[in-house]
């Protein structure tokens, strides 16, 4: 396994821009989710995709961001009209392949945002 | 709801010294338990992990943790920490649904010489 990938792993924008970042997730793994972490607390969960099915959303989720697993590999995470308050680490992780018993979720280096 | 609690922010000790630092976690589901590393500017690393079976769990690089379900605690031990080990600790549950992960805030070890 090459583990999982995000990019790009710093982002700098000014506020009311629009961004994307990407998760590549471990090979097989069925299960994809997104966390967001700020500074000096613990990762917070947003999202979560069984295959490309989004089955579960944070009310952190507010209407401004969106998450995409089209083909039920990699994943997108958007973010529209940015403000400073979206500023954190944003953390990618999957788990469980078919017929696994434990499902652990291993997490990707985390894409760092930053509004301006 | 189920939440986890790290009951200090910051934990100081010198090289080779014993260090522990706590979790409490409340659920009224079973559980999985897990710890996680975080070394500056990088993503969460698996430390190590509590399903089911022995109580007492141990990692690679001489952790070690204890699942009490009596006192809901995962606290996590080393008997001898290395400058190395200089790192942010997170401990976290998962019980069922969707197996989303719910974090405590984070214990900030530091090893000084």
């Known amino acids: 396994d090459t583990g999982v990938s995000q990019n790009p792993r710093h982002k700098i924008t000014k506020r009311g821009q629009n961004v994307t970042f990407r998760c590549d997730p471990i090979?097989?793994?069925?299960?994809l989710y997104w966390y967001r972490q700020t500074l000096g607390q613990g990762p917070e969960f947003l999202t979560y995709?069984?295959?490309?099915?989004?089955?579960?959303k944070s009310r952190l989720l507010s209407d401004r961001f969106s998450a995409e697993r089209p083909k039920g590999s990699f994943s997108t995470l958007e973010i529209q009209r940015t403000e400073q308050g979206d500023s954190a680490m944003y953390l990618c992780?999957?788990?469980?392949?078919?017929?696994?018993?434990?499902?652990?979720?291993?997490f990707g280096p985390g894409t760092r945002l930053t509004v301006l | 709801a189920q939440s986890v609690t790290q009951l200090d922010s910051q934990v100081p000790v010198f090289e080779e010294a014993p260090v522990e630092l706590r979790c409490n976690y409340s659920?009224?589901?079973?559980?999985?338990l897990f710890w996680y590393v975080q070394y500056p500017n990088q993503g969460l690393q698996l430390l190590l992990k509590y399903l089911s079976g022995s109580t007492l769990v141990e990692s690679i690089n001489g952790f070690e943790a204890e699942f009490n379900k009596s006192q809901t605690s995962f606290h996590l031990r080393k008997p001898s920490v290395h400058i190395s080990d200089t790192a942010e600790y997170f401990c976290?549950?998962?019980?069922?649904?969707?197996?989303?992960?719910?974090f405590g805030a984070g214990t900030r070890l530091a090893v000084h010489p």
């Open positions: 659920s009224s589901v079973s559980v999985y």
């Open positions: 976290a549950v998962n019980s069922g649904g969707y197996n989303k992960l719910i």
């Open positions: 992780a999957s788990s469980t392949r078919a017929g696994a018993t434990t499902d652990t979720q291993y």
């Open positions: 090979s097989e793994h069925n299960r």
């Open positions: 995709f069984q295959n490309e099915a989004q089955l579960e």
